[in-house]
């Protein structure tokens, strides 16, 4: 009965994890302020100063224009990933005889220091747009391909068998079974390659040619404006957490969707879809 | 003229190579025939292979020497005249009951309304009627291998191959499956072959046992239990002398293979 009491009242909003986050945001926006104000290097600037930067490179258009910029080969370069990786993963977990030629490969291009291949695409592709899809893409489709294959490979056995024990041929056990029983680590590849390209296009802005984000980034460092510079950094990582959330969303719902959902109609036909 | 045996094993043997290590020897020439309509058990220690030779049996797994024969035809993998019940289940986690229960149907491409005209039938004949739109993970283990039976059993084929289908309930859910399953299989009229581990599971519900060995898996004996009144009065049936006796007479035999 103490428990009870000491739940209630005053002290109830502790217990919300929302509260809890809160708190912890605002404890290292304390501390980056009190860093910044007295802290040893100058080039740390003061919460407050990032944020009302941010504010106003926002509000003055700065900051969206450098965003569109960025997000063109992103985009491509992402929907080009998100294609290739899933349908070679999938094909890799198909096909022995692709997995044993190709597997490596992408081991080793998943865990090599990825800035490294940059100054290769620049060779290969030049200073423009195509150079900065082509690094979205080499950095987020091993990821993919990698996931893709591995939710493939993890198929339950039985399943496959029990398909095969009631006449699936090749192609029905591949879209009745084993896609369907591996959508959820496809979905959740995408995930990570929406990460790994969001790295792979800043990473392209600073070393191949400035544009967008990168642009603002080089030359607010250039020139010694910090709090600019903080906030440009900081726009991202709050970009970045925010559309690999939703993703997140996305990915509960649809696998939420596929096992939990009752339909609203009677009727025999859609009883089971 | 229509065979007595339906099913004929002969001589088969199946080894499993593995690269590097030693090869294993599964089954070592298993010769057997299965009577139409009778339900017979395959019965062993674990590791007896019984899983594997049902598999044969499936055409799931293929045989290493020796051949299979279903109505004298050769078996050289799965056929429409046979359907499995799996140890696990194997439901489909993404689909309701009626579409796990249709779905054998939905690979032979039958129209929908047609395969859920029939899945409704047998869902009611498993008694489950009610559940049709339920997700796996809403039902409990008995409910799920209800499940699975109903599937195997839409698909109409003449034969049921079931693995240790109730090896993963408990025991009154158990009892009670294998009670609702002869009184199905009096309506239904099938040449079952069950693969289980237990003793008093095979009396029951058999009218042959075939006992295996341990590995290499080959035929031991086959008995005929002759448990009477098993449907119309379980209770009798599990106290009575035929069965009991039975149960002894087993449990003599595989005894000396427990360590």
Redesign the interface.
Known sequence: MSLQRTNGGLLRPLSSPYFLRILSLVAVFAVWELMGRFGPNMAIPPFSATARGLFVMLVNGTLPKAYIETLKPLAVGLILAATVGIGFGITMGLSRTVEWFTLMTFVALQVSPMAAVIPLITFVYGLGFTAKMMAVFVLATPGIILNSYQGVRNV?V??I????????NRP?QII??II??ASNMIVASLRMGLGAAFVGIILAELLIAPTGLGDLITYYQAIGDYPNMYATICSLVIISAVSISLLKWVENTYSGA???K??EKQD??D??E | MMRNHIIEVKGVCKTYESAGAESCEALKDVNLEFPRGKLTSLLGPSGCGKTTLLKII?G?VPLTRGEVRIEGKKVEG???E???V?Q?F?L?????T??NV???L???RTP??DR??IAKKYIAQVGLAGF??S?P?ELSGGMRQRVGLA?ALA?NSEILLMDEPFGSVDEQTRRKLQEDLLELLKVEKKTVIFVTHSIEEAAYMSDRIVLLTPRPGTVMKVYEPKVLHRSDDPEAARRSEAYLDCVDQLWDILKQYVH
């Open positions: 339950n039985s399943l068998q029990m398909s095969q024990a009631f006449l699936a029905q009745k079974v369907p029983a596929r096992g939990r009752k339909p025999m036909g009883l089971a | 499936a799931l799965p056929g429409p046979r359907s499995f799996f696990d194997a489909l986690p993404w689909a309701n009626l579409r249709a779905f054998g939905e690979l032979r929908k309304n859920y005209k049709e739109r997700y993970d599937r698909v």
